[in-house]
């Protein structure tokens, strides 16, 4: 059993910033990519980031310059830094996770979802 679990979410005024946490937990062999997905009410789910295995990252165009993902391998956990935010950044976010246990096959894992909120 795997379990994701996000902290970090608030009331922000447009222009401040906030720091998001996911951590992974369970019988976790491997984690491949992790990121971050978010979601408004009636709206798709979209992605924000997401930082893979190697390194590499991906981010929506309408965050890049003010978001940054970072990961702690060690601590399986994945972060947001969000800066400069702004009303149109207010949504859920979930937390995702590409994890493998100990049977060797990756799945992909969310978090129960925080709420970012930007006020005007």
């Known amino acids: 059993q795997v379990q994701l679990v996000e902290s970090g979410g608030g009331l922000v005024q447009a222009g401040g910033s906030l720091r998001l946490s996911c951590a992974a937990s369970?019988?976790?062999?491997?984690?491949?990519?992790m990121g971050w997905y978010r979601q408004v009410p009636g709206g798709q789910r979209e992605l924000v980031a997401k930082?893979?295995?190697?390194?590499?990252?991906n981010y929506a165009d309408s965050v890049t310059g003010r978001f940054t993902i970072s990961r702690d391998n060690a601590k399986n956990a994945v972060y947001l830094q969000m800066n400069s935010l702004k009303p149109e950044d207010t949504a859920v976010y979930y937390c995702?996770?590409?994890?493998?246990?100990?049977?060797?096959?990756?799945?992909?894992?969310w978090g129960q979802g925080t709420q970012v909120t930007v006020s005007s």
């Open positions: 995702n996770g590409w994890i493998s246990t100990t049977t060797g096959a990756f799945r992909n894992y």
């Open positions: 930082l893979n295995s190697g390194g590499s990252t």
């Open positions: 369970g019988n976790i062999f491997s984690i491949n990519a």
